[in-house]
Structures are given as structure tokens and as C-alpha cells.
């Protein structure tokens, strides 16, 4: 007899009736080209089939890409509605203007500059219109123009905890008119995550260590767990042979902690790896690299740059180890279940594998200075055996916790017992 199932009093999935879910967001997330957009639409899609689903959000600024989204919601079966948004730039005079205009508003800047008129009218013109059982903002910022809406059951989905990512920018910056603003914008995420996710019905973490965060810290009650996954079938083995010599960094090349990470690879990690096996290469495959990595890459020995490749797999196949130097970040790292899922060796920071159920030295090796990253680069590429042992153990706990097809079930439960 199952007793789980004596224990929980609820109907099995399959005896609820389908729900009609609006996700908020930044953009429709396709092509599955970042962390978040690789998670938002494998949740997406699997619960398509099973609830009426409307994505509501701005205009992927790329035109091209836009139409894509567009045509595969389309082919889901999910509704869009789409509103325009002229995406600021994030360089030149203007855009200091707006930072320094920021320090007026309540809002830190990048939940200010999201919050369209635009936005918030066709959310309420969509509630006024249409029965929606539940709302849900697929990113923190957008609570805010959420907070339009006169009521509703909502939920958030929190991929980071956004304030520590400030908190941890202020304690990396060193320039101090950098640090100064930094700290500002951190502590307005403070507050606004704080009421944000207290005005919730849910908020949903990416990792327990998340969840309990927001519990301790932030005062939130209401507060359950979807991980970060990954597509066990897509992400498989191959039986090709390994460059005993290639390290890879995979991840977007336009977010911040990436850039960071990637800095300290160019600056220490590269030159105290290379100085003990010359034949080293590091290899960065991601998408949106701004020039002046481009420039510092071209002229670089041992270092290629691949830029916004349209498959990450024959890198993750290839090489001998991924390397992982995040110094800021949040959430949790879902390159390292890919690279796991795919038998590839792993070398992080505890901040590259927070959020994660993997351990040190069972499923991959993690080490915080840079002569101990390197030292542990150096270990994987001289004595790859034990390195693909540990690999195979994190592929093992990939297939038991992190395959999207039971994150989507949990999901779906929580979406069921939010709206009901």
C-alpha cells in the first residue's frame, strides 16, 4: 500500500480541473539561449498541454527573434500578448542620465525600467476581459507592474534572490563611486523584493537554500521549491573522444556575474594554468559577448571564443572539464546540470554550485581561490579517471532530482493548490 498517497489528501493531478495561467515576463522566452530561458519554456511547454496557458509581456527587442517566439507559442498553443517596449541602451551618456535619474525613484533601476505603461494596461485590460485563475510573474521585477491589478491569485517565481546578487556586486566592486551606487541599488532591491514577495501568494524558489532565505531573511511565509533541470534526453553521453586539453566556460556573455567570471578566467586563472601545462586551451561559448571580450579573446594564446553557437552539446562532448569561476551570482547554475547530465567533469566556486544537491568531491570538485581552481583544473587534465568518476556519480544524481519532467509535475501542483 502507498502510503505517500494515504498521507496527502489532495486529488491526483489528473482529477483537477485545467487552469487558466497568465504568465508575466520580460519577453517570450525562446530561443532557448539563457539559464532563464531555458528553464521558463521546458516548464512552459510541459504544462501547455495540460492548462490554458497566456503569455503576457514586451516584444523580444531582436525583430527576427521575436517572430521565432512568436510561431513556436504559436505552435505550443499558448496565447501571447505581446506589447511594444523600446529597449533602452546600456552604454553612453543617456544611460548614465537614467542611472543617475534612478536615484529619485523607490524602485531599483532595473525593476523601473521594466515597468511599462504600456505593460500595466494590457494586464488590466486582459483582467477586465478575460477569467484567469492565476497570475504568474516568471521574474521579481515584474511584480511590480503586477501590483495594477485590483486582485487575483499571483504567485513569483524568484530565479535569484536579486538583492544578493547586488549585495555580492558591492563586495566584489572596488571602484569606489561604482561601489557607492551599487550599494544603493542594493538595498532598494532589498526593499523591494521584500514587499514584493510578501504581497504574493507564492513565491517560488529555485533551491532550498533560496527558499529558506527568503523565510529567514525577507520574512516571506509562503514559500515552496521548483530546481533548476535539465533535459535528460537531449543532454546525453557521447561516445567521442575528449580534448585532453580543453576547458570550457559555458553561459551568457551579457550578464554581469558571467563577465565577471569570465575576467578572473582571462586574468588569473588562464596564466596560472598555462604556466604548468602550456597546451591548455580555455574555451568561451556563450551568447552576446560585448567587443571588447572579443578584442581581449583575439589576442589571447589558449583562449577561443564562440559566440552564440546554436548547439552547446559537441563543446560539453569535447571537452575535459568545465570550470566555473563565479564570484556573484544567485539562484542556481543550470550549465552545470547540463555539463553533468552530458558526463563532463566540473570545477566551481561555492557560489557557481550553490543551489545545487551535489557534493565536493562525489559529484564534482569545488574550490573558492584561484591557485586552488587551478590546481584543480590541472588535477582533471592530469588525471582525467577520477574527475569522470565524480562526473558519472552528478550524472546520476541529475537523472534522480533535476529532469524537467518532474520539476514540471511539481509545478503543476503548486499552480493547482495556489489557484484553488
Not at 501547455?48 to 503576457?56: E, G, I, S, V
Not at 546600456?90 to 537614467?98: H, L, V
Not at 514587499?195 to 514559500?223: Q, Y
Not at 533535459?231 to 585532453?244: L, N
Request: with cysteine; aromatic share 6%; hydrophobic share 40%.
Amino acid at each position: 500500500m502507498n502510503t505517500a498517497t494515504l498521507a496527502d489528501p489532495r486529488p491526483p493531478l489528473s482529477a483537477r480541473r485545467p487552469l487558466h495561467v497568465v504568465i508575466v515576463d520580460e519577453e517570450l522566452p525562446y530561443p532557448p539561449t539563457s539559464g532563464k530561458r531555458i528553464r521558463t519554456l521546458n516548464l512552459t511547454r510541459r504544462l501547455a498541454d495540460r492548462h490554458r496557458l497566456t503569455y503576457l509581456c514586451h516584444r523580444n527587442a531582436d525583430p527576427r527573434e521575436a517572430e521565432e517566439a512568436r510561431t513556436h507559442f504559436a505552435e505550443l498553443g499558448i496565447e501571447t500578448v505581446v506589447v511594444e517596449r523600446v529597449v533602452p541602451p546600456k552604454s553612453g551618456p543617456r544611460f548614465y542620465a537614467r542611472l543617475a535619474a534612478n536615484l529619485l525613484s523607490r524602485l531599483p533601476y532595473s525593476v523601473a525600467s521594466h515597468n511599462s505603461r504600456a505593460l500595466r494596461r494590457a494586464i488590466r485590460t486582459y483582467a477586465a476581459s478575460h477569467h484567469v485563475d492565476l497570475w504568474h510573474c516568471e521574474w521579481t521585477p515584474y511584480a511590480e507592474p503586477l501590483r495594477c491589478l485590483p486582485g487575483g491569485r499571483r504567485l513569483v517565481m524568484a530565479h535569484n534572490v536579486e538583492s544578493l546578487i547586488w549585495q555580492r556586486y558591492f563586495e566584489n566592486e572596488t571602484q569606489p563611486l561604482k561601489r557607492w551606487y551599487i550599494r544603493r541599488q542594493w538595498r532598494k532591491f532589498r526593499r523591494f523584493e521584500t514587499r514584493a514577495l510578501r504581497e504574493a501568494d507564492l513565491t517560488i524558489a529555485v533551491s532550498p537554500e533560496d527558499a529558506s532565505l527568503f523565510r529567514r531573511d525577507f520574512g516571506v511565509e509562503t514559500v515552496d521549491v521548483v530546481d533548476n533541470g535539465v533535459d535528460t534526453e537531449y543532454f546525453r553521453p557521447s561516445p567521442g573522444p575528449r580534448d585532453p586539453d580543453r576547458i570550457l566556460f559555458l553561459g551568457s556573455l551579457d550578464w554581469r556575474p558571467n563577465l565577471d567570471a569570465v575576467n578572473q578566467l582571462l586574468e588569473h586563472l588562464h596564466p596560472a594554468v598555462r604556466r604548468d601545462r602550456p597546451s591548455a586551451t580555455f574555451c568561451i561559448v556563450g551568447r552576446n559577448p560585448p567587443p571588447a571580450l572579443r578584442r581581449r579573446t583575439e589576442s589571447l594564446p589558449g583562449v577561443e571564443l564562440h559566440a552564440d553557437v546554436g548547439d552547446v552539446r559537441p563543446f560539453l562532448a569535447g571537452s575535459a572539464v568545465m570550470v566555473v569561476p563565479l564570484r556573484i551570482g544567485g539562484g542556481s547554475r543550470l550549465k552545470i546540470l547540463e555539463a553533468l547530465a552530458t558526463g563532463l567533469p566540473v570545477v566551481s566556486t561555492r557560489v557557481g554550485a550553490e543551489g545545487l544537491a551535489l557534493e565536493d568531491g562525489r559529484h564534482l570538485t569545488v574550490r573558492e581561490t584561484v591557485p586552488e581552481l587551478a590546481g584543480a583544473l590541472l588535477e582533471c587534465l592530469g588525471h582525467p579517471a577520477p574527475a569522470l568518476a565524480r562526473a558519472e556519480e552528478g550524472r546520476r544524481r541529475v537523472l534522480e532530482r533535476y529532469d524537467w519532467d518532474i520539476l514540471a509535475d511539481r509545478l503543476e501542483r503548486i499552480w493547482l493548490d495556489c489557484a484553488h
